[in-house]
């Protein structure tokens, strides 16, 4: 370490320190008026030009007091403000390793690149993984495995009191809306999806004119701004609503209580961002910011929220309706559920969005110390149906970090019914993780309202590179899957993916992680007791705890001790009865979830 570092007391080593160090705080200055007056002097007008403009520069810097920086060290100091501006490029394409996920891997981007391309995504000379390392799953190949000659995996989603059931892929666009991403961007990404035949999630941001235009199946999500159906005062208009709804391209309708990049806060569009295209879209006035509130008006209990989505499913003819969230506060979540007993009415399907951010921009602190990671607040959004004895009844879909075969099998496995991708399909369009989505000046057009920049994003093309990247990633499942000895993800279950532990124990993530019984939480006998403390924290008419319930809980069971029922089939059998089109029963995780039947031509 230099000794200016170390030494309290340093002596000089020459006998003029302070004019030294003027001297060269100035060079650069002074080497741009010698080359202005050397120009001067030659009568060569480059060096004029070039002289003059840095003098000039190194003016201002000595003269303007708002960075210290740029006074102290006049055109030398613009060096650090543009490293510092082409850092995250410099980082990415110089010094950044193969599997460092900032946040996404360059294996995992070109990955997608790959695939969307049509072109090998195949690698050689082994895996560039440590197998031996903590955290390393893989799936446990069987040796009776099989190609599988169906690749298109489907599920349908849509309970009880739902008219329009949607048929839909496994692996879909996750939400992000117009002004968000660009039209051009939208359009190639509906496009896509019509040509792949999957579902296209609008984001928060309304319909635009740009999803309707290929006709891609539509996901219409609902924020707390209610974009696309709202009266003057920014409140839900419900006869708006149903207009749009009916719309056969509308096949579900999904109310976002949450989103993983900011959860528990709103959004702002700032004015500057907004043109006339946006306010046409989301019914919002120009020349003023979008805000999208915290929290919504429609309703304010768990209770409410049911009666909600109720109205919702018979404004839209009985199209499927669910909601979205990042878990925060557990009890919330089981309030919810709880008011779903109540009333015996059921979302068609919950989407559940991870911590791990997405496309919306954030403050650092949302992003790093906000919210429930994905994997997590999807096991417990699972346990809790699960022990309230109705996930049968709702299907669960998973965003997060999701862009390769291996990480839709992974979550399918744990009881997911599908998986959305947000950033993986704007890769597929040509995202290059600049970073910059908030600034309005991506560099590929594909997270900016500048007309010019969106421009450079060519619509059939990046359409084709969408659906290819669907396509190819389901193809990848399907090995996966076949691998495995199974005919369709659904039939995945924890026991076939090993973990490695810290110590180099191997775990099966069936042993892993916890999976609730049945009905546990019906009786407060869930083997893991946290889940029944949240539970009778949890009340249908509110969303604040119910403290002294907890506390009665505890006073109560402090010295009872609790007798659970442990006993599963954890073993291959689980898939003795299976039959085209028949129920997986007594499966770990316990989802009893349709197979589809699998017709061969």
């Known amino acids: 370490m230099p000794k200016s570092r170390t030494n309290l007391n340093p002596e000089p080593d020459h006998n003029s320190p302070y004019l030294t160090g003027v001297l060269l705080r100035y060079s650069t200055f002074g080497a741009a008026i010698l080359l202005f007056l050397a120009g ?42 543009i490293l510092e501006d082409f850092r995250p490029e410099i980082r990415q394409y110089l010094l950044e390793d193969d599997k460092e996920q900032v946040p996404f891997s360059r294996q995992q981007r070109a990955l997608v690149y790959q695939r969307s391309k049509n072109v090998s995504d195949t690698n050689a000379f082994g895996t560039l993984d440590n197998l031996y390392a903590h955290g390393k799953e893989w ?42 991403l660009s039209a051009n961007a939208i359009m190639a990404l509906n496009q896509g999806a ?21 006709g891609g199946d539509l996901i219409w999500e609902l924020g707390t701004g209610y974009f696309g159906c709202r009266d003057a005062q920014g409140n839900f208009d419900p006869q708006s609503f149903a207009e749009k709804a009916v719309d056969p391209q509308v096949k579900m309708i999904e109310i976002k209580l949450s989103q993983g990049a900011k959860p528990g806060q709103g959004g702002v569009l700032p004015a500057e961002k907004i043109t006339p295209e946006i306010a046409e879209t989301r019914e919002v006035p120009l020349g003023q910011d979008c805000v999208s509130p915290s929290s919504h008006s429609a309703f304010s209990t768990p209770l409410e929220l049911v009666t909600f989505w109720q109205q919702l499913r018979e404004l839209s003819g009985g199209k ?38 997405g496309t919306g921009a954030a403050p650092v602190e949302f992003m790093d110390n906000v919210g429930m990671p994905m994997v997590d607040g999807f096991l417990l959004v699972h346990n809790t149906l699960v022990g309230a004895g109705i ?71 990046k359409a084709e590179r969408v659906a290819s990247y669907h396509k190819n990633t389901l193809k990848s499942l399907a090995s996966i899957v076949g691998a495995v000895g199974l005919q369709h993800p659904s039939q995945l279950q924890p026991y076939h993916i090993a ?7 191997i775990k099966l993530l069936s042993k892993f992680f916890y999976f609730a019984d049945k009905g546990a939480l019906l009786s407060s006998s869930a083997r ?74």
Request: with cysteine; net charge neutral.
């Open 499 to 505: 973990r490695r532990l810290d110590d180099g124990q």
């Open 40 to 81: 001067l002097l030659l009568l060569n007008w480059w060096l004029i030009i070039i002289g003059g403009i840095a003098v000039g520069l190194g003016i201002y810097d000595v003269l303007q007091s708002k960075h210290s920086i740029l006074s102290n060290y006049p055109i030398a100091g613009h060096i650090r403000y």
């Open 139 to 180: 799936f446990l190949q069987s040796a009776i495995s099989e190609p599988l000659v169906n690749k298109d995996f489907r599920i349908v989603v849509g309970g009880e009191l739902c008219k329009q059931p949607h048929d839909m892929s496994v692996f879909n666009i996750s939400a992000m809306s117009f002004g968000s």
């Open 194 to 214: 019509k040509m792949g035949g999957f579902t296209h999630d609008t984001g928060e941001g309304a319909i635009s004119p740009y999803h309707r235009k290929f």
């Open 391 to 461: 996930r049968d009844k709702i299907k669960l879909g998973v965003s997060g970090k999701i862009v390769s075969g291996f990480d839709i099998a992974r979550l399918i496995a744990l009881g997911a019914d599908w998986c959305n991708s947000a950033r993986g399909f704007m890769f597929a369009v040509g995202c290059i993780q600049s970073r910059s989505c908030h600034t309005n000046t991506c560099p590929t057009g594909v997270a900016t309202q500048d007309p010019y920049r969106q421009k450079a994003l060519d619509v059939p093309s």
């Open 320 to 357: 499927p309706v669910g909601f979205k969230l990042c878990i925060g506060q557990p009890w919330q979540f089981m309030a919810i559920v709880k008011a779903m007993l109540e009333t015996d009415n059921y979302p068609d399907f919950i989407v559940i969005d991870g911590a791990e951010g």
């Open 528 to 601: 893991a007791d946290v889940f029944n403390q949240m539970w009778v924290m949890a009340r249908a008419d509110s969303f604040l705890a119910n403290n002294d319930a907890l506390i009665s809980y505890n006073k109560d069971s402090r010295d009872k001790g609790k007798e659970t029922s442990t006993s599963r089939d954890l073993g291959l059998g689980s898939f003795a009865n299976l039959n085209e089109g028949g129920r997986l029963i007594g499966n770990v995780n316990n989802t009893f979830r349709e197979i589809p039947s699998i017709e061969v031509d």
